[in-house]
């Protein structure tokens, strides 16, 4: 069973940052493409960002230039830093495994991540 455990989320003012990090315990996450996502109460899940096992990233329009995505294959996680934050960018953020561009075939359980104005 794949199981992607994110943590880092929590409350901060905007124009903030903060770090959120994807834990894939037990797999080889230099053979793995892996995202991130956003979902907002009646909204679709959208893409934030993506990274190929070979190191390609993809990242959604509205976050571009504000949010890095990035993994170290050696402690099996991969990051999402995120930067001038918005209260727009408020949402539960999913960590997911799957296939280039968008990985969606495994989630993780969610993290809150809640940006104040």
């Known amino acids: 069973q794949v199981q992607l455990v994110e943590s880092g989320g929590g409350l901060v003012q905007a124009g903030g940052s903060l770090r959120l990090s994807c834990a894939v315990p037990g797999r080889r996450l230099s053979l793995r493409t892996m995202g991130w996502y956003r979902q907002t109460p009646g909204k679709q899940r959208e893409l934030v960002a993506a990274?190929?096992?070979?190191?390609?990233?993809n990242y959604g329009d509205s976050v571009k230039g504000r949010f890095t995505i990035s993994r170290d294959n050696a402690k099996n996680t991969v990051y999402l830093q995120m930067s001038s934050l918005k209260p727009e960018d408020t949402a539960v953020y999913y960590c997911a495994e799957g296939t280039w561009p968008k990985p969606d075939d495994y989630w993780g359980q969610g993290t809150q991540v809640t940006v104040s104005s």
């Open positions: 990274i190929s096992y070979g190191g390609s990233t």
